[in-house]
């Protein structure tokens, strides 16, 4: 999919506004919003995209979206529940205007041609995250998931892997790593020592800036390759 | 069934009768069979044909008691369960009921059958005898053996109307008036049901119209516990892709019967006493040890063959040469 790259300059600043498309201006409206959902998908925001994409499929009046009016059942039921409201002919659910389901099958579409090409969009993006202005501490992936983990945020299974794998692969001890892990609400001690030594023992290589990306913990533009390159100044 | 004459007799006969049954079964080489002996439906698992000839051959030479396959497809079918590597299965829906008693069931797997072919558009689906109680639904459209276990719970959820709610029903208040579905704009089978029952819990005809009037919560629920479908599936055969299912055409050795593969319209006049018997060509003389039905204990009977092998395999008779 082609994205007007001028559009795409003019929107950047607005890459983490909340709500997005109640601050863009009506000109190409939907282009922007377009442009914030590619984003959002690329960098696997998920919940983010999911608004965007509900806001994009209630107010396409003009169908630009080639959503069809029907699935097969078989995909219908990989995403959603629910069956006895759904008008049912011969394999097929009809879906709704209204439906959340259409924003979920613009998101899969799109995600699919997205991971075809990632090299492109992360050019296309490249200036859409934020500048790194202060190099110190750790990259700011991590920092971003140490600081949501001193917030007292149950961080997923990625956060917590990715956390551990990095500060083992840097060479920090396992006494010093488990503390990092102490604020968190379910924290267990005896668990979090078995995964680290886990992570130690079967060598576990740092995931690259793009795995880190694809899993939406990418939160700047360091410029680098992996994290491990973070070099603080 | 202890003695041993009467065993010896009956593996004879079913080899006998293996003979002339008509045995298949899809996509054979994916699939784990399992085979029982009096008294063990399953006594051996994790064996395999390569082809339907070595599976005839197999049940002629060493006849078994009771057989069954997986409704699952496995790479290495012959391995223990952690190393079979699973593909897909059928969508499989074990009716299990006592067929005398209900004539309605037969009824409402007719319109089962419905909702799975024209509105699941479900085209190849085999409906068999289980050979004992209830019909085996075998649905073998390749996306419907794709389907994850949450996407065929999902399915049975549909079908058993787990979790309808009255808020499911978007009931909005037109010129001060309930309004709900009607039949006019019933978007399925199920909804369907619910407002025929609706009519029936209310007794009004209007809501057929949509006007919801008189239906609230407790009415509502009452129409659901009616119109959901008064079969009992079993919801493991469903979700667990690996069980094991009792093979098409073959005999069962509880009753003697065979697991016959029926077309839609045999349904609602299937009896197993006439439609599915094997040994009707033979006669058998028996002494029975109990009573049953007609037959004295201790008297002496000569029997058709169906007859005898159902008394000998229910313990009513004993064997006489």
């Given at each position: 999919m082609d994205l007007d790259r001028n559009l795409v300059d003019q929107e950047k600043n607005n890459?983490?506004?909340?709500?997005v498309w109640n601050r863009l201006?009506?000109?190409q409206k939907s282009n922007r919003l377009i442009i914030h959902l590619v984003y959002n998908i690329y960098m696997n925001r998920i919940d983010r995209a999911l608004d965007i994409a509900t806001y994009l499929v209630r107010t396409d009046e003009n169908y630009k979206f080639p959503i069809p009016d029907r699935i097969h059942i078989a995909e219908y039921l990989k995403m959603a529940t629910n069956l006895i409201s759904k008008k049912i002919i011969d394999g097929y659910v009809y879906l709704d205007n209204i439906d959340d389901f259409r924003a979920r099958i613009l998101i899969d579409k799109l995600r699919t041609e997205i991971d075809k090409n990632r090299e492109y969009y992360r050019e296309i993006f490249k200036d859409w995250l934020p500048k790194v202005s202060i190099r110190s501490g750790y990259p700011p992936c991590i920092e971003n998931i140490i600081r949501r983990i001193s917030s007292k945020e149950n961080i997923g299974h990625y956060e917590r892997l990715v956390l551990g794998m990095y500060m083992i692969n840097i060479g920090k001890s396992i006494e010093e790593i488990i503390e990092l892990y102490r604020p968190l609400p379910n924290f267990n001690e005896k668990k979090t020592r078995y995964h680290l030594e886990h992570i130690k023992d079967k060598n576990y290589k740092m995931y690259s800036c793009e795995k880190i990306r694809q899993l939406g913990l990418c939160v700047a533009d360091c410029k680098i390759s992996n994290p491990l390159r973070w070099k603080a100044l | 069934m202890e003695g041993l004459i009467e065993r010896n007799f009956i593996k004879k006969i079913f080899a006998h009768a293996y003979k002339k049954l008509n045995i298949d079964v899809p996509d054979i080489k994916y699939r784990e069979f399992g085979i029982g002996d009096f008294g063990k439906?399953?006594?051996?698992?994790h064996l395999w044909f390569p082809d339907i000839n070595s599976l005839r051959d197999y049940l002629i030479a060493n006849p078994p008691i009771y057989i069954s396959y997986s409704a699952a497809y496995y790479q290495k079918p012959y391995q223990s369960m952690s190393n079979k590597l699973y593909m897909k299965s059928d969508l499989i829906m074990d009716i299990d009921q006592d067929l005398e008693q209900l004539d309605y069931i037969k009824q409402e797997v007719v319109e089962l059958y419905d909702i799975l072919k024209f509105e699941f558009g479900m085209k190849n689906i085999t409906i068999n005898y289980s050979g004992n109680r209830g019909f085996h639904i075998h649905i073998r459209d390749e996306w419907a053996q794709m389907l994850s276990r949450e996407a065929r719970a999902e399915i049975l959820d549909y079908l058993t109307l787990?979790?309808?709610?009255?808020?499911?029903?978007n009931i909005r208040i037109v010129n001060g008036k309930k309004q709900g579905i009607g039949f006019g704009d019933v978007k399925n089978k199920m909804q369907a049901r619910i407002l025929k029952e609706l009519r029936y819990v209310t007794g009004k005809e209007k809501v057929l119209l949509g006007?919801?009037?008189?239906?609230?919560e407790q009415n509502f629920a009452l129409a659901i516990e009616r119109a959901r479908f008064k079969l009992n599936i079993d919801s493991n055969v469903t979700l667990d892709t690996t069980k094991l299912l009792r093979m098409e055409n073959s005999i069962h050795?509880?009753?003697?019967?065979i697991a016959k593969i029926l077309n839609i319209d045999q349904i609602e006049k299937f009896d197993p006493w006439a439609d599915a018997t094997v040994f009707n060509d033979i006669d058998i003389r028996i002494k029975m040890v109990d009573n049953y039905k007609e037959y004295r204990r201790d008297e002496v009977y000569r029997v058709v063959g169906h007859i005898g092998v159902f008394l000998l395999l229910q313990n009513k008779a004993k064997l006489i040469i």
């Open positions: 890459a983490n506004l909340d709500k201006p009506e000109d | 439906k399953i006594a051996k698992r787990r979790n309808v709610k009255l808020d499911n029903f006007d919801w009037e008189d239906v609230d050795g509880d009753t003697g019967f």
